[in-house]
Structures are given as C-alpha cells and as structure tokens.
C-alpha cells in the first residue's frame, strides 16, 4: 500500500526567513515523489520530483526538496521564503512504474508567508 | 504549449441528476488521470485513462465512470448525483508512464443541492 503523511496542517515563516514543509511516504517498491503548489481556486502545480539520482532535487520557483530513503522523507525546502509562495502544498507518491499514472496525495500543508 | 483545459469550471446540478465533465489535456499527451478533491477526504484518484483505455481505478462507486476519445481527451460522468459528490474534480494529463509528472487542469467545481 502507498501512502503519504503531512504531518503540519499549516505552517508560518517570516517573509526572508527559511521554509521546509514535512513529508513521508510509505510505499512497497521505489518511490516516485512529487511536491505540488495549490493556489486559491486553481489546479494543482507541478513543482518538483524525485525518480532517482542525486537526493537532493530542484525545481521551479527557488524551491527543492531532500530526498530521505532511511526517514522515508521528502521535505520541501526554499532559503528565503516570499509572500507570494504563501499556498497549500501537497506532497504525493507513486510506486514503481506499473504502468499506471495514479497519485497519492498528502492531506496538504497550507504555508503562509507573513511580510 | 497549451494547458490542460475543463469545461465547466462550475456546475450546480440536483440529487439524482447526473453530470458530465470534459478535459482536452496537453497536446501529445496520452494519459489523463481524474481526481475528487473535497475538504474532508483531500485528493483522491479517481481513474485514469491510456490510449482509450481505463489502465487504473481508484476506489469509487461505479456511478462514476469515464472514457477517452482517440484524440486523448476524456470524460467523467457521474450518475444518480448525491450530495457528497460535490468537489472540485480535476483533471491531469501526461506524456508516458513512468516518472513523468502530471499537469494539472483548473478543475470543475461540482455543487450537488
């Protein structure tokens, strides 16, 4: 079975400062991860993935994200956080390659960016 | 390159109606996927489609369904509506299997009163 946890509901950082936005997943085989960017009443956002390789992944927008195979992690991560990444993020998983295109989402993480 | 596209964006339909919801996805792409997104469950997949095919079902009622067309674009339909259908469904479209990330359409707000 595969699943994905986000464990904050909501996060807060000072505009300038840092983010990280918690994710684990569990699945059976090797994972393919993927992070995503919600906006208010929008679809969701391609942001970055982890297939193989190096663990630590970039992607759009200044964001990356740390691959963990022992911690089953993969936080997203950005330096200096902006007012306008303030959004829900969702993490999702996909097994192996079956064949099949079907994610996994975490609950979401909304990350509010205070100026 | 054009995005994914859905039509309608909103819908109100009644209990017991049934509705249907359209996605063109990226040119080139031949695999779209379908997901409810509701404030209780979060994202669920729904089915996905490959080259007319359902490949993949997630664990809804059979009121729900879907077809592709030869030209990749599909839809959903859902029968017999209940209030619990409303959600925003939407849908995602990409290039092969594999690790290659899905494209996200803008959704369908679907209101059952």
């Known amino acids: 079975a595969q699943s994905v946890a986000q464990p904050e509901d909501q996060v807060n950082v000072a505009e300038g400062n840092p983010l990280t936005v918690k994710c684990t997943y569990s699945?059976?085989?090797?994972?393919?991860l993927f992070w995503y960017v919600q906006y208010p009443n929008r679809g969701l956002q391609f942001l970055l993935k982890y297939i193989t390789g190096d663990n630590l992944v970039k992607g759009s927008y200044g964001f990356e994200a740390e691959f963990n195979k022992s911690q089953t992690s993969f936080h997203l991560k950005k330096p200096s956080a902006l007012v306008s990444d303030s959004a829900l993020y969702f993490c999702a998983v996909r097994d192996s390659p079956t064949g099949a295109n079907n994610l996994f989402f975490g609950t979401g993480t909304r990350l509010t960016v205070i100026p | 390159k054009a995005g994914v596209t859905q039509t309608p964006r909103y819908l109100i339909k009644t209990r017991g109606q049934q509705v249907t919801l359209s996605c063109s996805p990226i040119s080139g792409h031949r695999s779209v996927s379908w997901y409810q997104q509701t404030p209780g469950q979060g994202l669920q997949f729904l089915f996905e489609?490959?080259?007319?095919?359902?490949?993949n079902k997630g664990n809804f009622p059979g009121r729900f369904s879907g077809r592709q067309f030869s030209n990749s674009r599909s839809e959903m339909n859902v029968s017999t509506l209940e209030l619990g259908d409303s959600a925003l469904y939407l849908c995602?479209?990409?290039?092969?299997?594999?690790?290659?990330?899905?494209?996200f359409g803008p959704g369908t707000r679907l209101t059952v009163t």
């Open positions: 995602a479209s990409s290039g092969t299997s594999g690790g290659n990330e899905q494209y």
């Open positions: 699945v059976s085989g090797n994972p393919y």
């Open positions: 489609y490959f080259s007319e095919t359902q490949r």
